[in-house]
C-alpha cells in the first residue's frame, strides 16, 4: 500500500483558484493509475479527474475546462489544478491510487483529503 497526503485545499471565493497537491510515500509504478475524488456532505464520493502512467487523463463532465490533472514523477506528487470555482466544488477532495483496470472505489488507497470551500 502506498501513503497519499494532500494539500492545498482551503476557503475561495467562486470564480477563484486553488491547487491541490498528493505526495505519495513511495514510487507508483507503470500499472497504477491516480486521480481525484471528492465527496459532499450527504453525497456519495465522485470521481473528479484521473490519470495514468502515461498521462492520459480523464475528467468528470462537471470540471472539464476548469480543472487539470497533472503529476511530477520525480517527486511522487499528484496535483489538480482548480480554476472558475464555482459553489458546487465545495467538498472533501481525495487523492486515490489503484492498478489500472480495477474500481478505484474498492481498490484504492486514499489520502485523508482536504476541504475545498467555496463561497
Partial sequence: HVQLVESGGGSVQ???????????S??????????????APGKE?????????????????????????????????LYLQMNSLKPEDTAMYYCGSWRCGMNPYSDADWGQGTQVTVS
Avoid at 467562486?14 to 505519495?24: M, N
Fill in 45 to 77: 464520493r465522485e470521481g473528479v479527474a484521473t490519470i495514468d502512467s502515461i498521462g492520459v487523463t480523464t475528467y468528470a463532465d462537471s470540471v472539464k475546462g476548469r480543472f487539470t490533472i497533472s503529476q511530477d514523477n520525480a517527486k511522487n506528487t
Fill in 26 to 39: 513511495t514510487y507508483t509504478y507503470s500499472s497504477y493509475c491516480m486521480g481525484w475524488f471528492r465527496q
Fill in 14 to 24: 467562486a470564480g477563484g483558484s486553488l491547487r491541490l497537491s498528493c505526495t505519495a
